[in-house]
């Protein structure tokens, strides 16, 4: 890995675009996948950031979110990990069924494994490392 | 990051700058609720300036548009940039909403 970044978010949404913004500026290198970066690698991050704040710490103040960054010449992999007791994110059904499409929530996740290359969870279930490859196959 | 909201004949238009996403959502709901309980019906949510929307964003959004249908009324989306665009593919909201090129198209018919 060529550049590392670690921040210590406080469980708080606000900070999410700033956070998302900086690590953002921390790839500002990656130019030959601009755009993957700017949708895919963007959107994944915030929704990581707002499940671990929202779901993963329970909106919790006192507790913390833990971002890891890093950018290579071929990908950027970011690990979000919360202080959360972990879920099971097979548990969350496909916001595109018809059934589900007027939810308003349960798309964090599916927009996750759509826009990155590669999402994983680890077996507790409170972290989650999303890759984004410059010759990737996820969308866009 | 702001949501602006103007008057358009009878429809309430509201711009979004910046983004649109779990640290603002709460924003677009209440301005676009608060009008909606005042009696307005018709709305379009003009993402012209728009940098992009997380998941959170597109929940109110439907939200919003259950709610507004439910009173009759109709919300309309208005200058997807590409991106944008993509996630509502992705997620198949484009088969939910009236989604205009523009502004004016948006407001035309209404």
Same mark, same amino acid.
């Given at each position: ?7 210590? /978010? ?38 990581? /950031?707002?499940?671990?704040? /929202? ?86 | ?110």
């Amino acid at each position: 890995m060529d550049k590392a970044l670690v921040l210590e /978010l406080p469980n708080d949404i606000s900070s999410i675009e700033h956070a998302v913004e900086y690590v953002m500026r921390h790839c500002s290198s990656c130019t030959d996948y601009a755009r993957r970066l700017n949708l895919n690698f963007r959107v994944g991050l915030t929704e990581a /950031l707002s499940n671990a704040m /929202l779901y993963g710490n329970g909106s919790d103040p006192e507790k913390r979110v833990r971002v890891e960054v890093d950018v290579s010449v071929e990908e950027v992999a970011v690990r979000v990990t919360d202080q959360g007791v972990g879920f099971d994110p097979a548990s969350i059904p496909d916001p595109t069924l018809p059934d589900n499409l007027t939810k308003s929530g349960g798309r964090g996740i599916f927009l996750m494994k759509t826009l990155m290359d590669e999402v994983q969870f680890n077996d507790r279930g409170n972290s989650v490392t999303l890759v984004l490859r410059l010759k990737g196959e996820a969308t866009v | 990051m702001a949501f602006q909201v103007s008057k358009s004949n009878d429809v309430m238009v509201i711009d979004v700058e910046g983004q649109l996403i779990v640290g603002n959502r709460q924003e677009l709901k209440q301005k676009v609720l608060y009008e909606l309980e005042k009696g307005e019906r018709k709305f379009v949510v003009n993402f012209s300036e728009t940098g992009y929307i997380d998941s959170s964003g597109l929940g109110v959004l439907v939200s919003l548009s259950k709610k507004i249908r439910e009173q009759e009324g109709e919300l309309r989306l208005a200058s997807l940039n590409e991106d944008l665009r993509t996630l509502f593919e992705l997620t198949k909201l484009d088969t939910l909403f009236t989604i205009a090129d523009t502004r004016e198209q948006a407001l035309e018919g209404l």
